[in-house]
């Protein structure tokens, strides 16, 4: 008897066989367009900041403010999740996926409380994003400063 | 309207494709790979990071707009941005300080929208 599960190997190569393929153009196609459709409603998002007199660093934060709100509520309604499920990275690449990212987690674990259940699991995925994004930015400084000060 | 007519359609058409380009490259890796949404989050943020370090990713931000900002690598670049920027008017404090100064907004709307959906959103029932 062949049985699957007798080695590491073996056992992936089932699993590679049973899993379903996935398509992967359908998947790249609905994730270009969503994905650009998301950066295009950025895109006039700041356009119109910057109609009104924004500067472009700050029509760069309220794009970002607007799209994470947004992001969260349709999270909360369970609308986003509908969309990820579509778009794939299409939705998880641009801000929006950061902060689905929040409230998914956030919402499972409420049963467990609003401090450590909601507040706590809230950076599930978006901790390590932090820790990563925000150590790379204070390294980048350091080493900006052999430059700068030199 | 005056607004629609002060639009650059050509650069609402790039930053349409770069967004959506940087997207397929998300979503290459989630099917061609076995990397976690979490990770292929955290290398997105990182490789924007270092791009924008190297001082390259302003060259997209340029050509596409909110096609480079939008996605997560933006916000990567946007926190390099900040920490050289600061670096340049305060030293080395300012390594510590610009990343999350310039990343502010949307790291505390993050939390707080997050905070709040979370709060008004009905936990799933799952089905088993």
Redesign the interface.
């Known amino acids: 008897m062949d049985n699957p599960l007798d080695t590491q190997e073996k056992y992936s190569k089932y699993v590679d066989k049973k899993s379903p393929n996935?398509p992967?153009l359908k998947?790249?196609f609905n994730?270009?367009?969503?994905?650009?459709?998301?950066?295009?409603i950025?895109?006039?998002?700041?356009?119109?900041c910057k109609?009104q007199g924004m500067e472009q660093?700050s029509a760069?934060?309220?794009?970002?403010?607007i799209?994470?709100?947004l992001a969260?509520?349709l999270?909360?309604?369970?609308i986003f999740n509908k969309i990820g499920k579509f778009a794939?990275?299409?939705s998880?690449?641009?801000?929006t996926?950061?902060?689905n990212?929040?409230?998914s987690p956030?919402?499972?674990y409420?049963?467990e409380g609003?401090v450590m259940g909601?507040?706590g699991k809230?950076f599930?995925?978006?901790g390590?994003?932090?820790v990563?994004?925000?150590s790379?930015?204070?390294i980048?400084?350091?080493?900006?400063?052999f430059f700068?000060?030199g | 309207m005056e607004?629609l007519q002060?639009?650059?359609w050509m650069?609402?058409l790039r930053?349409?494709?770069?967004?959506?380009?940087?997207?397929?490259?998300?979503?290459?890796?989630?099917?061609?790979t076995k990397l976690t949404?979490?990770r292929?989050?955290?290398i997105?943020?990182?490789t924007g990071?270092?791009l924008?370090?190297l001082g390259l990713y302003k060259y997209l931000i340029d050509f596409?707009?909110?096609?480079a900002?939008?996605?997560?690598t933006?916000?990567?670049a946007?926190?390099?941005k900040?920490?050289?920027e600061?670096?340049?008017n305060s030293?080395?404090l300012?390594?510590?300080i610009?990343?999350?100064k310039?990343?502010a907004?949307?790291?505390a709307?993050?939390?707080f929208?997050?905070?709040?959906?979370?709060?008004?959103?009905k936990?799933?029932i799952k089905k088993q």
């Open positions: 996935s992967i998947n790249c994730a270009f367009w969503v994905g650009g459709l998301i950066c295009s950025g895109q006039i998002i700041a356009n119109f109609y660093q760069n934060t309220v794009v970002s403010i799209l994470i709100g969260a509520f999270t909360g309604l369970n794939g990275a299409g998880l690449i641009p801000i996926g950061f902060a990212s929040i409230v956030a919402i499972e409420k049963s609003y909601v507040g809230m599930t995925v978006a390590p994003v932090l990563f994004g925000i790379a930015s204070v980048i400084g350091i080493i900006a400063t700068v000060g | 607004f002060s639009m650059d650069q609402l930053c349409f494709i770069v967004g959506g380009i940087i997207c397929i490259i998300g979503q290459i890796l989630i099917d061609k949404p979490a292929i989050l955290v997105f943020v990182t990071a270092i924008g370090g596409a707009g909110a096609g900002t939008v996605p997560l933006g916000f990567g946007n926190l390099a900040g920490a050289i600061e670096v340049q030293g080395l300012g390594a510590f610009g990343g999350v310039a990343s907004g949307g790291i709307a993050a939390v929208f997050g905070y709040l959906a979370s709060l008004i959103a936990p799933k």
